[in-house]
């Protein structure tokens, strides 16, 4: 009996056919993943360089991050000053637009400082995120692997558990043939 079984056979093309689907489960998975993590980086790269940018202490890059900003605070104090010329004489007039110049170059420093701050706590907050990502992303991987060499695992058991019960069949079938042939089961008992 040099072959294998049928039944062995069957049961490799099983475990195969099995451990080939949880593969392409875990390559899916795979795919998925990194399609996630490109998606998320091209939604987040423009606020990764700005942040980076007031990260890095650079007076020229501070700037260029924050000019959107710079320009809504300026369109914001232009229409103010708009407003207090055509509506406001006198005194109180050079007063508001005094107070209208320094509510800019506060609101400007403040944004600065903000960003400026926040931006180490912003970068390491993404940085945490896109690593959980990353082991939520491996953990289903490997459990799709895990899984796959489980069944593999259980697959073989049954096949050992199948070879003991046929092994202990025939083995039982020797013992009572032997008991016969010896006489001893049926046979004759004591001397004479």
């Known amino acids: 009996m040099g072959g294998k ?30 399609q996630e993590l490109a998606q998320r980086k091209q939604l987040r790269q423009p606020f990764i360089d700005q942040q980076t940018a007031f990260a890095s202490g650079d007076r ?7 000019s959107p900003a710079f320009s809504q605070i300026n369109a914001a104090s232009q229409q103010n000053r708009s407003n207090i010329q055509n509506n406001v004489t006198g005194a109180e007039r050079d ?9 800019k170059t506060n609101s400007t420093y403040s944004y600065i400082a903000q960003l400026f701050g926040g931006a180490p706590q912003n970068l390491a907050a993404l940085g945490s995120e896109n690593a959980q990502v990353g082991l939520a992303q491996g953990n ?7 899984q796959s060499a ?3 695992n ?4 049954q096949e050992n558990q199948r ?9 039982n079938l020797f013992g009572v043939a032997g008991s016969l042939a010896g006489g001893g089961l049926f046979g004759k008992k004591g001397g004479s």
């Open 60 to 66: 020229k890059a501070i700037i260029n991050a924050a």
């Open 150 to 152: 489980n069944l593999g």
């Open 5 to 34: 079984s049928s039944y062995q056979k069957d049961l490799e093309k099983q475990q195969a056919d099995t451990n080939q689907q949880f593969l392409n489960i875990a390559k899916t998975q795979t795919e998925q993943g990194n």
């Open 95 to 103: 007063f508001l637009l005094n107070e209208n110049d320094r509510d």
């Open 154 to 157: 259980n697959l073989i058991q």
């Open 163 to 171: 070879r003991q019960a046929t092994l202990g069949f025939v083995g």
């Open 140 to 146: 289903a991987g490997m459990s799709a692997f895990g």
